[in-house]
């Protein structure tokens, strides 16, 4: 199991910090939080984008993923939401990440209608995404909670570069047991995104392992060689304790959950 943590977890995270921490605890990769309030995003220029990549090289952490904020499933024209899931792919290529993150973004819409829309506008990316060495994964997230929601979505593009991410909170959410997201993403899946918190009532990010997720249950199916990223909410949440000082404890305990069953 190879872990990485998101930069959700410490908001305005400068990259060398981002890297610097990762590899002083152990993880193998990071998720760039791709947003204008980041560091990081699309509008980055060519030698801000070098920057990036020079300060994960030196540290010798992988940069997994740009996580955006496109919304494929999302109302309205076309022409806006492929233009910024371009950019998002090309700040990818332009990182080395092999990861793009996307929300569905469905809203209210009839389902079979937000299904359409996402795969749509999934497949038109998805040549171009393939040219740059880049996949993008549909996390299972708002109006696509469940896996077997995302894996629709996906499984109706059929394309090797359109994959999932698997959310836990959002299918725990959405009464989906492990065994079963687990079943219908693996075909699909890019990576998992780990988190803990105390109920469905409150989403205040928690230490991993002291919270009410069923962690171990999400982890044990997972294939070893598989990347895991704990995604700790700070951004949210500004009152929860820093994720800095849990990074350690939280990739012990990621560990001990994936170890292999004797």
Do not use: N
């Not at 410490?10 to 990769?29: D, F, N, Q, S, T």
């Not at 939080?33 to 980041?38: F, G, K, L, N, V």
């Not at 919304?71 to 792919?89: P, T």
């Not at 993403?185 to 205040?204: C, E, M, N, R």
């Amino acid at each position: 199991m190879k872990l990485a943590f998101s930069t959700l977890g410490v908001p305005g995270m400068p990259v060398a910090e981002a890297a610097r921490l990762a590899a002083e605890h152990g993880y193998e990769g990071v998720e760039l939080r791709a947003h204008a309030e980041e560091p990081v995003h699309p509008g980055l220029s060519s030698l801000g984008r070098a920057d990036v990549v020079e300060a994960f090289k030196a540290a010798g952490v992988e940069i997994l993923a740009v996580a955006g904020y496109v919304q494929v499933a999302a109302e309205g024209d076309d022409e806006a939401v492929s233009a910024d899931l371009a950019d998002l792919v090309k700040l990818a290529r332009d990182l080395g990440a092999r990861y793009v993150r996307v929300f569905p973004g469905g809203g209210d819409q009839d389902p079979a209608d937000a299904d359409a829309t996402a795969a749509r506008r999934l497949g038109s990316a998805a040549p171009a995404a393939a040219d740059m060495g880049v996949s993008i994964l549909l996390e299972t997230h708002d109006s696509h909670r469940a896996g077997a929601d995302v894996a629709r979505v996906v499984g109706t593009v059929g394309h090797p570069r359109i994959g999932a991410i698997w959310d836990v909170l959002h299918t725990w959410l959405a009464g989906e047991e492990p065994a079963a997201s687990h079943a219908v993403l693996a075909p699909h899946l890019g990576y998992v995104q780990v988190k803990d918190v105390a109920s469905a009532d409150d989403l205040t990010p928690l230490p991993l392992g002291a919270g009410t997720l069923p962690l171990a249950a999400c982890l044990e199916p997972l294939d070893p060689d598989g990347w895991v990223c704990w995604e700790y909410e700070k951004r949210w949440h500004p009152d929860a304790a820093d994720l800095p000082g849990l990074l350690s404890a939280g990739r012990e305990h990621l560990l001990r959950l994936g170890a292999p069953k004797q």
